[in-house]
């Protein structure tokens, strides 16, 4: 297929013009026009190229791309080797950020309740992000936890008395950890996100509201390999998740 049809198709799909984000959503980086073969990953490290390189891939789509606001505009160092090997081997890179943990389907935040088994019964904070609804069943912290390091494999880090009594969560993936206080005013028992800061160490404990801390890149995992999924469905790509490991 042609780089602009998937291009059309991702923004269709994904809606970014909805979203104030930190970058440029959409075609980042251009490559060759016609498209048989996606690699998706987290992040657009220069490890993911030489993956989507080393098989032939076409195009590269990922949640964390570049061009964030902000951030040194030079191209040197690390940011000239990525790109260098991209426009070297005529790879498009693709990102989605906002756009891809708001989905209702194949986002971030949808598919991570759909691993841990959550139902959402509404959203909301900055952008509808925070998603929150009730546990499948009456948990405690430490039940919470240990579901969480087996479907994420790593353990969270955790905040909250181990046989405390949970029955609504509220989560959103990635570095939302400014979103507690949202979180707390919804009235959940506990909170998922993938980083915590100093201070919110000390709000969990004052709220007594659990705070779960799984990880940056593993909460990210699942949106952008179902994305793959769904363009090898719909558009007849050859689709290839490769799982860059990230501690963060």
């Known amino acids: 297929m042609h780089r602009d049809q998937l291009s059309l198709y991702l923004d269709r799909l994904l809606e970014p013009s909805r979203f104030r984000d930190y970058c440029p959503n959409g075609l980042q980086v251009e490559g060759r026009q016609e498209i048989a073969s996606v690699v998706t990953?987290?992040?657009?490290?220069?490890?993911?190229?030489?993956?989507?390189?080393?098989?032939?891939a076409d195009a590269i789509l990922v949640h964390h791309g570049y061009f964030w606001r902000g951030e040194d505009p030079r191209v040197i160092g690390s940011r000239r080797a990525r790109l260098a090997l991209l426009l070297a081997h005529g790879l498009n890179l693709y990102a989605y950020h906002l756009p891809l943990d708001a989905h209702p389907e194949i986002g971030n935040n949808a598919q991570l309740a759909a691993a841990l088994g959550f139902c959402e019964s509404g959203r909301a904070g900055e952008q509808d992000l925070l998603s929150h609804g009730a546990l499948?069943?009456?948990?405690?912290?430490?039940?919470?936890?240990?579901?969480?390091?087996?479907?994420?494999?790593?353990?969270?880090?955790?905040?909250?008395?181990?046989?405390?009594?949970?029955?609504?969560?509220?989560?959103?993936?990635?570095?939302?950890?400014?979103?507690?206080?949202?979180?707390?005013?919804?009235?959940?028992?506990?909170?998922?996100?993938?980083?915590?800061?100093?201070?919110?160490?000390?709000?969990?404990?004052?709220?007594?509201?659990?705070?779960?801390?799984?990880?940056?890149?593993?909460?990210?995992?699942?949106?952008?390999?179902?994305?793959?999924?769904?363009?090898?469905?719909?558009?007849?790509?050859?689709?290839?998740?490769?799982?860059?490991?990230?501690?963060?």
Do not use: K, Y
């Not at 987290?42 to 030489?50: H, P, Q």
């Not at 009235?187 to 919110?200: N, R």
């Open 41 to 56: 990953g987290v992040t657009a490290n220069l490890a993911l190229i030489e993956r989507a390189v080393a098989i032939g």
């Open 136 to 248: 499948p069943a009456q948990t405690t912290v430490s039940a919470l936890a240990a579901a969480i390091e087996s479907r994420l494999e790593r353990a969270p880090l955790v905040i909250g008395e181990p046989g405390q009594t949970l029955r609504r969560v509220a989560w959103c993936t990635g570095a939302a950890q400014g979103m507690f206080e949202d979180a707390i005013a919804l009235g959940v028992d506990a909170f998922i996100t993938g980083e915590i800061s100093e201070h919110q160490v000390h709000l969990a404990r004052e709220s007594g509201i659990a705070f779960f801390a799984a990880g940056h890149h593993a909460t990210e995992r699942f949106g952008v390999r179902a994305l793959g999924e769904r363009l090898a469905r719909d558009l007849g790509v050859a689709h290839r998740f490769f799982e860059i490991g990230s501690p963060v």
